[in-house]
């Protein structure tokens, strides 16, 4: 018998998310990818972003089987505009993997409130970007704030092994936590 998960993959925006989700899915993953438009000039900021043509609209949607269990990964919209799809597409999560993007950390800190405000579990990534800055965990994690028991991992989304390694980051932070959310 298989059992199933429900994990949210987010970060900030540009911070790798679909490029995660459909590296590890096992499935032809689901996305709502449209192209960026003149309209969103002034609302998203594409700094350092130079390569982005696309966005996440309402999310991606993978899934990845280790043994007998399945991973649900629900991509989120990292624009504060797409906020309010948030407590739909949390419910029922366990748990979360925060990518980050080292060349905009500060815009994690938005993700990361509303995880720690849902009460919700998670493991931050680091998504190594070519050409980002590169800083030690320690840093990293001072700069997040992030609390001692919070995992800290590295990746690139563009790679399997990777990508993988951080949902087994975060899986077994769920498990010690004993499935606690």
């Known amino acids: 018998m ?6 949210l993959i987010c970060g900030h925006y540009g911070a790798g998310k679909t490029t995660l989700v459909s590296r590890v899915s096992e499935i032809a ?8 438009t003149a309209a969103s000039i002034g ?10 043509h696309s966005t996440t609209v309402a999310m991606d949607f993978g ?3 280790f043994g007998s269990t399945a991973l649900y990964l629900f991509g989120t919209p990292g624009q504060q505009r ?4 948030w407590d739909d597409l949390a419910q029922g999560a366990k748990g979360a993997l925060v990518l980050v993007d080292t060349r905009r950390l500060d815009a994690a800190d938005e993700i990361l409130a509303a995880l720690e405000e849902r009460q919700m579990p998670f493991a931050v990534a680091v998504n190594r970007f070519d050409g980002a800055p590169e800083h030690p965990a320690d ?12 995992p800290l991992t590295f990746c690139d989304a563009r790679d399997f092994r990777s990508s993988v390694h ?3 980051t ?3 932070h769920l498990t010690a936590l004993g499935g606690r959310s």
Do not use: C, N, Q
């Open 43 to 52: 609302v998203d900021d594409l700094a350092g972003l130079p390569h982005k």
């Open 63 to 65: 899934r990845r089987t």
């Open 166 to 168: 951080a949902l087994i």
């Open 139 to 150: 840093e990293i994690r001072d700069a997040l704030d992030l609390a001692s028991p919070t």
């Open 29 to 36: 993953p689901l996305h709502t990818e449209e192209p960026i």
């Open 170 to 172: 975060l899986m077994t």
């Open 82 to 85: 797409f906020a309010p799809m």
């Open 2 to 7: 298989t059992s199933t998960v429900k994990l």
